[in-house]
Nanobody, 125 residues
């Protein structure tokens, strides 16, 4: 299994930016796997945010409509890290953000495994 540790969360005002990072433990296989970001607010279902395919398949990205144009997912295989750049943050972006390893580049959480513990993002208005 892969160990994942998220960082970069915090408190930010609406309209501000944050960059989340997810450090993985699987240097040998990281570049060959899809990675995704999900978020969950209190009382709500965990929802898909963004995903990126393996570097071997071109690093194709996928975004939820709610974040498209504001968030950018990227990966740095040398650093075994996937990032989520979040701009123009809104109060509704407040949630715990988690990264996970994906069997496919998918919006469906059933395709992911080895989840990180998550990092809290709070957007004040």
């Amino acid at each position: 299994q892969v160990q994942l540790v998220e960082s970069g969360g915090g408190l930010v005002q609406a309209g501000g930016s944050l960059r989340l990072a997810c450090l993985a433990s699987n240097r040998g296989t990281f570049s060959s796997l899809a990675m995704g970001w999900f978020r969950q607010a209190p009382g709500k279902e965990r929802e898909f945010v963004a995903a990126i395919s393996s570097s071997r398949s071109g690093g194709v990205t996928l975004y939820a409509d709610s974040v498209k144009g504001r968030f950018t997912i990227s990966r740095d295989n040398a650093k075994i890290t996937v990032y989520l750049q979040m701009n123009s943050l809104k109060s509704e972006d407040t949630a715990v953000y988690s990264c996970a390893v994906g069997r496919t580049t998918s919006m469906y959480k059933s395709e992911y495994y080895d989840w990180g513990r998550g990092t809290q993002v709070t957007v004040s208005s």
